[in-house]
């Protein structure tokens, strides 16, 4: 019976931690979405931690030429 917990464990933590990523924005997506709301060209793309918490910086290019760098919280709130 000993035995069986560990991979019993093992299955309940891979279990939260793929519903944890399920309500992560992607990097990628975090970068489509700003493009699409600023009308801009992605320049870098980035995921740091700020106070405990992941932000995907994005940097944009605006069609007025401006670069502008803009934070999106990792975590789908």
């Known amino acids: 019976?000993?035995?069986i917990l560990p991979k019993a464990l093992l299955a309940s933590v891979m279990a939260?931690?793929?519903a944890a990523s399920a309500w992560a924005l992607s990097l990628e997506e975090?970068?489509?979405q700003?493009?699409?709301q600023y009308d801009?060209?992605?320049v870098s793309a980035r995921t740091v931690d700020r106070a405990g918490r992941r932000v995907h910086e994005?940097?944009?290019l605006t069609?007025?030429?401006v670069v502008r760098t803009i934070r999106v919280s990792?975590?789908?709130d």
């Open 40 to 42: 801009a060209k992605v």
């Open 16 to 18: 939260l931690v793929l």
């Open 34 to 36: 700003v493009a699409r």
């Open 63 to 65: 069609k007025e030429g």
């Open 30 to 32: 975090a970068a489509e």
């Open 58 to 60: 994005i940097r944009v």
């Open 1 to 3: 019976m000993l035995h």
């Open 74 to 76: 990792a975590d789908r």
